[in-house]
């Protein structure tokens, strides 16, 4: 990387890590109010409506990541008539996506209540879910001028604003929940936030390029370009529906299959493995328009270099994140919100597999994104999806929560895990993938062998108070650092990046 894109990249990646570990803190104690005031049911409705409504967010037709793509190279050019054209375009595209999910998501409505399944009929559902589905319809009027940031590695302004608004947001519901208890102020107050933090973040990407400020005389994008940009729309549709509803349709199917209040326990676990995933995928999402870049301007040696170090970075986090989640977690649970909230070890064990999963595709994700490798995968996605689909209902009513969970594992492995890396070291490193799989084998083997051995070891040492949690907490974070620092330092990826750090340090 050239030494703007590595400045760039550590700006995004520090605003980026303080924001996520800000967040987790914020996610933490919110939970623990929501749950103390309004209880695990009405948890479980929020994991229904976050993944129905995020099964609605399809109707962008994966313009976010076409629109990313397509901003790259006049960025590059600084072509700023070409970048207001194609401003005011997705201006146009996103005011008619907010009305398509405004229409579909009223559709829903009649649905409601065949999806959500309690024992006692939860009251107002209706308004409850309107006030979630403003907040996505909403967003759509201001992603065209904030993704210009993004693609131009400016991420961490927007980060930033995120970061404050955030607070806000979070401390506000916390205080109605304690004085009122009402769902509605809590709802209310995330959409009333989510708008203010969209409409800041668009202030800023026009004070950063002011030429996008009045988009109504502006020429339009040339046929060409919007050819090029639906025929990637096309392709981004496919694969953008198929890791949607692979991702977004595991509550619905536990609430169905099992119980609404199971989402709301389940969601827990999750949660703490969202939350570590997102250290990660800070660092790659800061990455990604560099990588952008690098994909433009340079060759397959030096692109499978860059590869290489975020993979080895990759790597660690994995064995990192994964060992202390499947080690820690019902520990965690227990402590926080009591034993009556903690769930077998076998749904541990599969979300720590679905966790090392997403956590060691991060540097695949990213190159595949920032190249447009999503045209060629699409339909692996779709397979991946339905296979996920018939797998969950299948090993749910087998297993319960654990098997929906295993089946999106399985679903994983036999797809776009083996050949979203054959496509790319084809394409792009014109080499072949067998270093990249006999690595991933490493690493798996190396994170089961550390967690049967820590596991084992800890499990002995039973924590009954905060103070004893973090103890312990730190004493295996430690050991599991030292374990993959010491496991991938002398690796070409890990030495490439800590030359590129003293550089940019020196600099």
Known sequence: MSVSRSKRTAQNLSVGFIYQVTNMILAFVSRTVFIRTLGDEYLGLNG???????LLSMADLGFSTAMAYSFYKPLADNDEDRIAALVAFYKKVYNTIALVVLGLGLCCIPFLRLIVNTEKQIDHLEI?????????????????????LTA??????????????NFAKVVLQIVTLLIWKNYIVYLAIGTFMGILTNLIASKKAESEYPYIKDLKNRDDVDKELTGSIVENM????????????????????????????????YSNYLMLSQKLLLIEQIVFSAMTASIGNVIAKENADKRYQIFQTIQSISFIFCGIITTGYCILANDLVRIWLGEDHMLPLTLVAAVSVNTFLSCSLQPLWSYRDASGL?????????????ENIILSVILGKLMGVAGVIFASAIARLTTYFWYEPKLLYREYFERSPRSYFLAMLKNLALATVVIAVVGTVSSRFYVSSWGEL???GAIIGVVCTIVFVGAYYKTEGAQNLIRKVKELVKR
């Open 128 to 148: 409850y879910y309107l006030f979630s589905l403003a907040g996505v319809v909403t967003s759509y009027l201001f992603v065209y001028k904030t993704t210009l």
């Open 234 to 265: 096309k392709s981004v549709f496919i694969y953008k529906v198929s890791t949607t509803v692979f991702s977004a349709t595991d509550n619905i199917i536990i609430s169905i299959v099992i119980s609404t209040v199971m989402v709301g326990l």
């Open 48 to 54: 229904i409506f976050s993944d129905v409504l995020t």
């Open 152 to 165: 131009d590695q400016k991420d961490f302004k927007v980060v930033n604003i995120r970061m404050i608004t």
């Open 470 to 472: 973090i103890i312990k």
């Open 374 to 386: 999503y045209k060629k995968t699409k339909y692996i996605m779709l397979i991946a999806t339905i």
